[in-house]
C-alpha cells in the first residue's frame, strides 16, 4: 500500500538557480555526488525524548529532515531531464527492517508540528515493517523534495557510502545517514552524521550549515 501524502507547503523562493556552471560540470562526471561524514556533538536529545515518551530516533529524523529546508542548498533537487528546481515540501524516507529481518522504507510527510509527525512515524513504520515487498513506489508530488535517510544506531561508523546510479535526479536527492550515539559528558552527546548529495547542487561549506541546523534544531528540542 502506498502511504498518503499530504504536503505541508513553504513559503516558495523567486530566488534563481545560480550554480548552472558547477551543475555542468559536475553532472557530467561518472559519479557527481559528494560524501562527508563527520562526528556531531549536540545536546543530549535522547534523555530529552524519552522524557516526553517519544522514539530518540523519530526525534532525530525529525530534526535531520527539518535541516534540510533550513539550508537553501539542500531545497535543490533537479528533474529527471536534468533542470533544477526547489522543493517547497518534503517527503523524507528512512531504511526499516521488516519482520523477515530485510530492509524496506518507511515514508513521513515533513511537519514542523513533531507530535503530528512523530504519529506518522509510528503509523507507517508499522506498514513498513510488515509490508513483504519493497515499498519503493512511493512518488513526491513535483513541488516536493524526497530526502532518504538511514539510522544505524547499531554502529559507530567513520564512513558510508549509498548505492549510486550515475547523476540526473537520483543523485540530487541526499542520503543521510546517522550512526550509533555516545555520551560525551554531561548534557552532550555525540553521533556520526553522514551527507552523501549532488555536488553540483552542494559545496562543503553547506554540508557545514546542514550539520550546524541539525544541531540548533536538537539544541531548540531539548531546550523546549
Not at 556552471?21 to 559519479?31: G, K, T, V
Not at 517527503?91 to 503530528?116: I, K
Request: one cysteine or more.
Amino acid at each position: 500500500m502506498t502511504p498518503a501524502y499530504t504536503p505541508e507547503f513553504i513559503a516558495p523562493s523567486d530566488a534563481p538557480f545560480e550554480r548552472g556552471p558547477q551543475l555542468r560540470w559536475f553532472d557530467a562526471m561518472d559519479d557527481p555526488r559528494l560524501n562527508v561524514t563527520a562526528e556531531l556533538l549536540a545536546p543530549d536529545f535522547v534523555t530529552a525524548a524519552k522524557a516526553r515518551g517519544l522514539p530518540p530516533f523519530a526525534v532525530l529524523f525529525h530534526a535531520i529532515s527539518g535541516a534540510s529546508l533550513d539550508v537553501d542548498a539542500f531545497r535543490w533537487r533537479l528533474t529527471d531531464q536534468g533542470e533544477p528546481f526547489r522543493i517547497n515540501a518534503l517527503l523524507p524516507s528512512y531504511t526499516v527492517q521488516n519482520t523477515q529481518g530485510h530492509v524496506n522504507f518507511s515514508y513521513v510527510p515533513f511537519t514542523e508540528d513533531l507530535d503530528a509527525f512523530v504519529k506518522a512515524y509510528h503509523a507507517d513504520k508499522r506498514e513498513a515493517e510488515t509490508a513483504t515487498g519493497m515499498r519503493t513506489n512511493v512518488k513526491a508530488a513535483p513541488e516536493c523534495g524526497q530526502l532518504y535517510c538511514t539510522g544505524l544506531p547499531f554502529l559507530r561508523f567513520t564512513s558510508i557510502e549509498h548505492p549510486r546510479s550515475g547523476g540526473g535526479a537520483l543523485a540530487a536527492t541526499p542520503n543521510i545517514a546517522a550512526g550509533q550515539w555516545r555520551r560525551e559528558g554531561a548534557g552532550q552527546l555525540s553521533f556520526p552524521l553522514s551527507v552523501q548529495t549532488h555536488h553540483g547542487l552542494v559545496d562543503g561549506v553547506h554540508v557545514a550549515a546542514y550539520f550546524s541546523a541539525v544541531r540548533d534544531r536538537l539544541a531548540r528540542f531539548v531546550g523546549d
